[in-house]
């Protein structure tokens, strides 16, 4: 048999390809000389269940979606957290370099959190361009130990709904039961043998367990058929001439339903594949009326892994089935797709196949021991080499997490593997994804074969790979960018050739940028990087050197993507995993006997900061600022005020000027230039504060700020005794990239009364979002365990720099 088909694999591929193929294997050729620039990214959070006031870390990697190699792209992450009623309630801005970032979530009562599920979602402003094709997306829990979960109770009626169109129909909030039909390689066809697989879910993609009989238009009953794996399965039908057919369900509940298969093709080609001897034996299938229809018609057959074409070739069909092997040798890991096209380029039949690749890679990593005492120090010691003992190059996250009294099921999330191998290529929620990568489950490939045929026939991404490099709307971020138009006062006629400076005041540093607005009066400043909250100072001047116009700013980030979460009923296992957690953790605040406010939290780590003698103002930092007493002395003029309150200034009816300069100050009174005679008709009762800045800060001014500026602010805006505004400056605060923190752990080594009073209960123990081995391919880490006796669950996550995915996970218990 294997002779046989590795002949028919030469005699396949040896003939001359037509011109069609010749056309399409240079457009393949040019698509894989420049690709698009595809992203793909994946958060690695320490857990998938918190309590409220408790903190979601998360790792961030970004990869070229060709190859999951670290993708050096954008550098603007967006992470959004979503609640159960689908409203975004918080929003990270994630530092990228190099592909990679981290970032934090407080799940504080502020934010209106309330317990439930909820969605963490990850894009970039580049992955806008293939909708939302690419965008990650991951369902987390949030329960509260001592008030009941909001659990939506199931309904107990069931609905069915047949579907073979390729997109779901919206369902209502219901207990319905979806089940599809789908023919491998895409149709039925009379008189070919063909596997028909299916897959019963209810409207929240939980898959539910279904068994049946098939029966013609005759009502004969022509196969029996029952779900093996998460409500999929499949059996094998040879479609009569002039015959439809329908299945009879029997629902969970022992209801019957009736849904019909696909309507049966008179002609056609079919593309199935099978296991023989642990090799991928494809075949071509079609019927007699088709191949008298078309005698001798040539074939071509395009293997292709997340977009690239791998394997190509053309083939003169003479015979109603053709087989040859596949060769695996010439595939990276992950879904291939296989699409089989006549000499008109129509495709005729396709079907995905996953490719396993047996990795030359060992990571791993060890503890001292399997027993510790509480808050006992743990050293971890990571090894992440090849077959042949050599270092890999790799960056990974690793979590030390309380189980909290549930054994974990590794299964039923996703990781890093199972993502980027497999469920960032299709669409919707895959039920369990790990459990296709967990080489303890000895029949996940036969099950995952069945995911292929079903979920993955009707929304494999990459097919709409040939449009990927059209219609880029949405440009790459390399950074923040300021950008907005200047304006004329009056209309909005664009102001062309105008400066504008722009200084970033961000703790206790300052950037300083210019730019000259084009035709249309734009300006922009690009791929500036800075973090936390910063003062935003512009000003602008015409040609003449004078500050004239009018600023209108564009928006520093893009909008939010459309929110499409829909929470789901959990099912039953689920919500008795949260009921199990819920308990352990509110025992534990009984058993060690401690209120709420006592328990060693997260601690928000920050480093000490210089003492500054800067201040914030309006319009950045001042160098000096004064604020009267509200019992202090009385000065009879402002002049005397501003000479005796500000160091290094003279004050006069005449200016005020700082000592340093020769000329004199700018004056602001309530933000508004102010010359020496309406400033002396200031009551010194009336001030509230006075402000000086003659540093870098002044630039915002422009050239009247070249010698300081003094800035007086009164009670109530008593000092505005004008209408005037100023257009042409602005002082305001943005945000740059998250201020990350550092995770907390304590070190039980050192004497510290106050904490070491403090009970430690924490659910995270350790979290480190940046592993990278040394040169020997070796990692070390090492924190101090909580005081509970429970087991400890280390999950490790990462990738190599050839973009090979890892995953390993131990555990550990804690016992006094």
């Known amino acids: 048999m294997t002779k046989k088909l590795c002949y028919l694999l030469m005699l396949f591929f040896s003939i001359t390809s037509t011109n069609f193929a010749q056309q399409l294997t240079d457009s393949i050729e040019k698509a894989k000389k420049n690709p698009p620039e595809v992203e793909k990214v994946y958060l690695h959070t320490d857990r998938n269940y918190y309590t409220i006031g408790e903190s979601l870390w998360y790792k961030a990697y970004s990869v070229y979606a060709y190859t999951n190699q670290l993708f050096d792209h954008s550098k603007i992450l967006y992470v959004e957290l979503i609640s159960p009623e689908s409203k975004i309630i918080s929003r990270n801005i994630t530092n990228l370099e190099g592909g990679l970032g981290h970032g934090d979530f407080i799940l504080a009562d502020s934010l209106g959190i309330k317990p439930g599920t909820y969605q963490l979602r990850a894009y970039t402003n580049w992955m806008r361009n293939y909708d939302d094709d690419f965008v990650f997306k991951k369902e987390i829990q949030i329960i509260t130990p001592n008030e009941e979960n909001t659990i939506q109770a199931k309904e107990n009626s069931i609905r069915a709904i047949s579907k073979n169109k390729k997109d779901n129909p919206k369902l209502e909030n219901t207990q319905e039961i979806i089940v599809d039909f789908m023919p491998e390689g895409g149709s039925l066809i009379e008189d070919v043998i063909s596997n028909v697989a299916f897959k019963a879910t209810d409207s929240y993609g939980n898959p539910i367990e279904m068994k049946g009989t098939i029966f013609d238009t005759n009502d004969k009953q022509i196969n029996l058929f029952k779900s093996i794996h998460d409500g999929m399965g499949k059996f094998v039908i040879q479609p009569e001439k002039n015959q439809k057919y329908y299945a009879k369900i029997i629902t969970p509940n022992n209801d019957e339903i009736k849904v019909t298969l696909p309507e049966v093709q008179k002609t056609g080609y079919t593309l199935s594949i099978n296991t023989v001897d642990e090799k991928k034996v494809v075949t071509i299938k079609t019927n007699a009326v088709t191949l008298n229809q078309n005698p001798d018609a040539d074939l071509t057959l395009i293997c292709s892994t997340r977009g690239i074409t791998y394997f190509e070739g053309t083939q003169t069909l003479k015979d109603t089935k053709l087989s040859f092997i596949l060769p695996e040798e010439n595939f990276p890991e992950g879904i291939t797709q296989l699409t089989l096209y006549d000499n008109q380029s129509r495709p005729q039949s396709e079907r995905l196949v996953y490719i396993e690749k047996k990795q030359d890679i060992d990571v791993s990593f060890t503890t001292e021991k399997k027993l510790y005492t509480p808050k006992e120090k743990v050293n971890l010691t990571i090894s992440a080499k090849d077959k042949k003992g050599n270092p890999l190059i790799a960056n990974f996250s690793i979590a030390a997490t309380d189980t909290n009294g549930v054994n974990e099921n590794f299964d039923d999330t996703v990781n890093i593997c199972s993502y980027f191998l497999m469920a960032s290529d299709i669409k919707g929620k895959v039920h369990n994804p790990n459990y296709y990568f967990n080489n303890s489950n000895p029949a996940r490939l036969f099950h995952l074969d069945l995911l292929l045929l079903t979920q993955g026939w009707r929304d494999f991404v990459w097919k709409k790979f040939p449009n990927l490099n059209r219609n880029k709307n949405f440009k790459v971020e390399k950074g923040i960018t300021i950008a907005g138009k200047v304006e004329n006062l009056i209309g909005t006629t664009a102001k062309e050739n105008n400066l504008v400076q722009m200084v970033l005041l961000n703790k206790g540093n300052s950037m300083m940028l210019n730019d000259t607005t084009d035709v249309n009066g734009k300006f922009e400043f690009n791929n500036i990087i800075f973090k936390g909250t910063a003062t935003m100072l512009l000003n602008t001047k015409n040609q003449k050197g004078k500050n004239r116009g009018e600023f209108v700013l564009d928006s520093i980030y893009n909008q939010p993507i459309a929110v499409d979460f829909k929470s789901y009923n959990s099912l039953n296992y689920e919500e008795n995993k949260i009921s199990q957690i819920k308990a352990n953790i509110h025992n534990k605040n009984i058993r060690f006997n401690i209120p709420e406010e006592n328990q060693l939290k997260d601690v928000i780590v920050t480093a000490k900061k210089k003492k500054e003698n800067t201040t914030p103002s309006r319009y950045g930092f001042a160098d000096f600022t004064y604020i009267p007493e509200e019992k202090g002395p009385h000065y009879s003029n402002i002049f005397l ?176």
């Not at 505005?720 to 740059?736: C, E, L, Q, R, Y």
């Not at 070491?756 to 480190?768: A, E, F, M, P, S």
Request: glycine share 8%; proline share 5%.
């Open 641 to 816: 005020l501003i000479q005796i309150a500000i160091p290094n200034v003279t004050a006069s009816a005449n200016s005020v000027r700082f000592n340093r300069y020769n000329g004199p100050a700018l004056v602001l009174v309530d933000g508004v230039e102010t010359d020496m005679s309406l400033l002396s008709s200031i009551s010194t009762e009336d001030i509230a504060k006075i402000e000086a800045i003659k540093g870098p800060g002044a630039a915002v001014f422009g050239s009247q700020g070249a010698n300081g500026a003094i800035l007086i602010y009164t009670k109530l805006g008593k000092g505005s005794t004008s209408d005037k505004k100023v257009f042409h400056s602005i002082a305001m605060p943005v945000n740059g990239y998250q201020n990350t923190r550092f995770f907390y752990s304590p070190d039980y080594s050192k004497t510290k009364p106050l904490e070491n009073n403090k009970v430690d209960i924490r659910n995270t123990l350790y979290w480190n979002p940046y592993i990278q081995p040394d040169e020997k391919g070796n990692a070390s880490i090492s924190y101090y365990n909580n005081e509970v006796d429970t087991t400890v669950n280390l999950n490790l996550e990462g990738i190599t720099n050839n973009g090979i995915p890892i995953v390993v996970q131990s555990s550990y218990q804690i016992k006094k």
